[in-house]
C-alpha cells in the first residue's frame, strides 16, 4: 500500500518508518479475527485493518478528525494483531508513531489533557506514585467506589537474600510495581539465589519509559531511557549477565530500546546492548538447570489449580508464548484450563483508565475465561494485568515467580 505523505509531515521523523509498515499490509485482514476491540465493537475501524488505513489516510491528508481519533484511542496497543499478521506489519510501531503525529494536529479537550499530564507524571515517578499509592490504601474507606476499586491492597516484600554470588543479574525495579507488588523482584531474588545467581537493582534506574512513550510524550520516554542506560552501564561493563525483568510490559519496552534509540550517536550501541540483556524471568530460568530446585520441591500430593494469564506483552510483543507455562509445568504446578489466552485483559498501561468502559468489559471476559476450571489462584507475568484482575477477581492474583518462590521457601 503506497502511502503519498502530506507536506504537514514533511520535516517530520519517522515518517519512512510508517510508510514502510504501511506498505507491508495486504489488506488480508486475518489479523481483525484476533483483535479484542473489533471482537467487542465489530467496527472495522476499530480493528488492525481499519486503524492501518485511518492512519494512512491521515498521513496524507495531515488532517484527523475527533471521530477517527476515537478508534485510534480505543486500540489497546495489544499487538494480538502482530502475533496474527502473516505478512509482519508491525501495528505497534505503526501506533506509537501515528498517535504521536495526532498530538500535535488535533488537540485534546482540557479535561483529557489534565488526565492524561497526571498520568504521565504521576506513574512513572515512583516516589510520587507510591506516596499516592499509601494516601489511597490509608484512606480507602472514604474513598467512592469507583476509586476505592482501583486501589490495590497492600502488599509486603519477604526478604531480599542477603548472599552474593559470582554470577550477576541486573532487575529492572520499574516504577508502579516496586510500592503495588514489591514482593515480585524479591521473590525472584529468592528463587536466583537458590540457583547461585545475584539479582541486583540499581537504584538510579527507574521507569521503563513505556508510561510517557504510549502516551504520546515520546521525548520523555526516550529520556528516561536514556538515564536507565545510564544507570546499569557500569554493572553490565563489569559482566551482568542478564538485565532481568518480572513485569512483562517494561520487558517489551526495554527490548525495544535499540529499535527507538537507533538513531541516537550516544546512546545507539548502549541500547542495543540493553536491548539484547533485556529477558524475563521465564526465560531465565528455562535456561538454568532446574532439576534440583524442582526435586526439592516435589510434594506428594499437589491439587490446587492455578490458572495463568499471559500478559499480551509476554506473548505478543516479546515473543514468550508458553515460557513461563512450561516453568510452572516443570515445578508442578497444576494448570487450570483456560480460553481465549491471546485476548487482552483490558489493563493495557492507561488503558483501564483512559478507556474504562471497554476495558471494564475485556475485563470481564478475562475473568470468566481464566475461571472456567475453578482455579484457587490467579497468576501472571505483569503488573498491570495482576492489578487489573485482582480489582474483579475472587480469588488472589499474584505474580507466578512468587508461587515458585513459596515452593522453594517452604521446603528449605
Ligand atoms: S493481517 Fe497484516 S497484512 Fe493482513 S490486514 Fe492485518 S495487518 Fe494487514
Ligand atoms: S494492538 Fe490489539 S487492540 Fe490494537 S489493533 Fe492490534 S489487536 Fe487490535
Not at 30 to 53: H, M, N, S, V
Not at 78 to 98: A, F, H, M, N, W
Not at 214 to 226: P, T
Not at 312 to 340: I, P, R, W, Y
Request: net charge positive.
Amino acid at each position: 500500500m503506497h502511502t503519498n505523505i502530506h507536506q504537514v509531515f514533511a520535516k517530520t521523523g519517522q515518517l519512512a518508518e510508517a510508510k514502510e509498515i504501511i506498505s507491508n499490509c495486504v489488506h488480508c485482514g486475518f489479523c481483525t479475527a484476533t483483535c479484542p476491540t473489533y471482537q467487542e465493537l465489530k467496527d472495522e475501524r476499530d480493528g488492525p485493518r481499519g486503524r492501518i488505513y485511518l492512519i494512512k489516510q491521515f498521513l496524507e491528508t495531515g488532517s484527523l478528525t475527533q471521530k477517527s481519533r476515537v478508534h485510534l484511542d480505543r486500540c489497546l496497543t495489544c499487538r494480538s494483531c502482530e502475533t496474527t499478521c502473516p505478512s509482519g506489519v508491525k501495528y505497534g510501531r505503526l501506533i506509537d508513531i501515528g498517535r504521536e503525529l495526532s498530538e500535535q494536529v488535533l488537540p485534546r479537550s482540557m479535561a483529557e489533557k489534565i488526565i492524561r499530564w497526571s498520568l504521565a507524571r504521576a506513574l512513572p515517578n515512583a516516589q510520587l506514585f507510591s506516596a499516592l499509592l499509601f494516601l489511597g490504601q490509608t484512606f480507602k474507606p472514604l474513598l467512592p467506589q469507583v476509586l476505592k476499586n482501583k486501589i490495590p491492597k497492600k502488599r509486603k516484600a519477604s526478604p531480599w537474600p542477603a548472599n552474593s554470588h559470582t554470577r550477576v543479574m541486573l532487575a529492572l525495579a520499574g516504577c508502579a510495581q516496586s510500592s503495588a507488588a514489591p514482593n515480585t523482584n524479591a521473590a525472584a531474588a529468592r528463587v536466583l539465589d537458590a540457583l547461585g545467581i545475584t539479582l541486583v537493582e540499581v537504584s538510579k534506574a527507574g521507569c521503563c519509559g513505556a508510561v510517557n512513550y504510549h502516551l504520546s510524550e515520546h521525548e520523555k520516554g526516550l529520556a528516561a531511557m536514556r538515564n536507565n542506560i545510564d544507570a546499569w552501564w557500569p554493572a553490565i561493563e563489569a559482566g551482568a549477565e542478564a538485565l532481568v525483568v518480572t513485569a512483562s510490559g517494561c520487558g517489551a519496552m526495554v527490548q525495544e530500546y535499540a529499535c527507538l534509540l537507533k538513531d541516537d550517536v550516544e546512546y545507539a550501541k548502549k541500547a542495543e546492548k540493553v536491548s539484547q540483556l533485556a529477558v524475563d524471568i521465564s526465560q531465565v530460568l528455562l535456561n538454568e538447570d532446574l532439576s534440583q530446585l524442582v526435586a526439592q520441591t516435589q510434594v506428594a500430593e499437589n491439587t490446587e489449580k492455578v490458572a495463568f494469564h499471559c500478559p499480551c506483552t509476554l506473548q505478543h510483543a516479546m515473543g514468550q508464548s508458553g515460557a513461563v507455562e512450561k516453568v510452572l509445568a516443570k515445578f508442578g504446578v497444576n494448570l487450570a484450563k483456560t480460553s481465549d489466552k491471546h485476548l487482552c485483559c483490558g489493563s493495557a498501561g492507561t488503558y483501564s483508565i483512559l478507556q474504562p468502559k471497554l476495558s471494564k468489559t475485556l475485563l470481564a471476559n478475562k475473568i470468566s475465561a481464566l475461571t472456567e476450571d475453578k482455579p484457587s489462584r490467579i497468576v501472571t507475568a505483569n503488573i498491570g494485568c495482576q492489578l487489573h484482575i485482582d480489582t474483579a477477581a475472587k480469588v488472589p492474583v499474584d505474580h507466578w515467580i512468587e508461587l515458585i518462590d513459596e515452593k522453594i521457601t517452604a521446603n528449605t
